[in-house]
């Protein structure tokens, strides 16, 4: 689950990462008190779910708070298009006023779980205000990287090599060491699966500040955070995305045109795969669970096809748990309901396959049949036009 950058230095902030002192304002009227609050010379910051803010305009800084009115007036309501909104882009409907500080040197800090060491990393670099893929693209080097234990928190010597590598001193080395220090407790507490703080600026008085933020959270672990979960803004998020959610489907938007309805996420991903072999894009990756109901087969299905993008569909099922007799009712079920016109393709194999297939061949569906995945994935692909 993401959150927004106000939200994310609001958790910080609890563990003691110092973060400018700022006010979210939701019209541009409210822009000018808020101005007033923090000195004057503010920052105004577009609130969405993506980075690269600045380089698409909805980050501006503000010489005084009639101007603060002005560029919230300018920001609020405006489409924000980053390389990471993709060119639909996203309507920004808030705005953070945000002190403007005295900034010395602008670095790098963030916390990745890395899987292949199965610990979190704590990673570094001079770099900052720069997208940290370019900075690894061009000068691996340049990232340091600690792994830790969440449960233990960051050694103390993990801190100093990493704030020596990043070349503070004085102050500012203190000050730094106890912001990762705060930065690792905040992760392991809140079950995150990333933070980011880009750029961690030091300023001319000593001072090391969150000057940006950015973090995702586990969505399996926030029964356990009741305040974290109650900062998902759904306006951020895949419209189908959110609703297949409320069916506990596991469904994420992709920009082919073959929509996926499969059992497993391993079997999920192999389909995506096969399908791109045969020369198709997938339109989604859909996982429906080993367990599946009928009922949430059939409403994956309706999510599936209310991808207007989707111009033919492949259902891949291997029944263990989950009944390929189950999901080819569900199948049938939501395809009368929705009037499928597309072409439809299935393979199923497992248990209750016969069962299954009698149910497909006797429903009024036009049906194609996959002998096996590569025979499926070739003849969804031919259905919806070919290899690309």
Avoid: W
Wanted: proline share 3%; glycine share 12%; hydrophobic share 45%.
């Amino acid at each position: 689950m993401k959150v927004h950058e106000y939200q994310a230095k609001e958790v910080l902030a609890r563990y003691g990462v110092a973060v400018p002192r700022n006010k979210l304002v939701t019209g541009a009227d409210q822009a000018r008190a808020a101005a007033e609050e923090l000195g004057g010379r503010v920052v105004v910051k577009a609130q969405i779910h993506a980075g690269g803010r600045g380089k698409g305009g909805g980050v501006k800084l503000a010489d005084n708070p009639d101007e603060a009115v002005k560029l919230a007036g300018e920001i609020l309501g405006m489409t924000l298009v980053t390389k990471q909104t993709g060119p639909e882009g996203r309507l920004v409907r808030r705005v953070l006023i945000e002190e403007a500080l005295p900034i010395e040197r602008e670095l790098y800090l963030g916390i990745v779980l890395d899987r292949s060491e199965g610990f979190p990393v704590m990673m570094a670099s001079k770099f900052g205000g720069m997208e940290i893929e370019e900075v690894a693209a061009e000068n691996p080097d340049a990232i340091l990287k600690a792994h830790f234990d969440p449960d233990v928190g960051l050694h103390p010597y993990l801190a100093r090599q990493l704030a020596f590598g990043l070349g503070l001193s004085g102050d500012a080395f203190k000050a730094g060491t106890k912001l990762m220090h705060a930065l690792a407790r905040a992760y392991g507490d809140t079950d995150a699966s990333l933070f980011e703080i880009n750029p961690l600026v030091t300023t001319t008085d000593g001072r090391v500040i969150a000057l940006d933020a950015k973090a995702s959270f586990d969505d399996s672990a926030m029964f356990r955070h009741k305040d974290i979960a109650a900062m998902r803004d759904l306006d951020e998020e895949e419209p189908l995305e959110v609703e297949a959610s409320k069916f506990d489907l596991n469904y994420i938007k992709l920009d082919g045109n073959i929509g996926c309805m499969v059992n497993g996420a391993g079997l999920a991903m192999a389909t995506m795969d096969i399908i791109k072999h045969c020369g198709g894009e997938p339109a989604n990756f859909l996982d429906v669970g080993g367990d599946a109901s009928q009922e949430r087969v059939a409403a994956a299905f309706r999510i599936l096809l209310s991808d207007t993008a989707v111009k033919g569909v492949l259902v891949n099922i291997f029944g263990g748990i989950v009944r390929c007799d189950m999901v080819a009712r569900g199948v049938v079920a939501a395809a009368e309901e929705v009037k499928l016109s597309i072409p439809l393709v299935v393979r199923l194999e497992g248990t209750n396959v016969e069962e299954g297939r009698r149910v497909l061949a006797e429903s009024d569906l036009a049906v194609i049949v996959g002998e096996g995945m590569a025979d499926a994935a070739e003849k969804v692909v031919a259905a919806v036009g070919g290899a690309s």
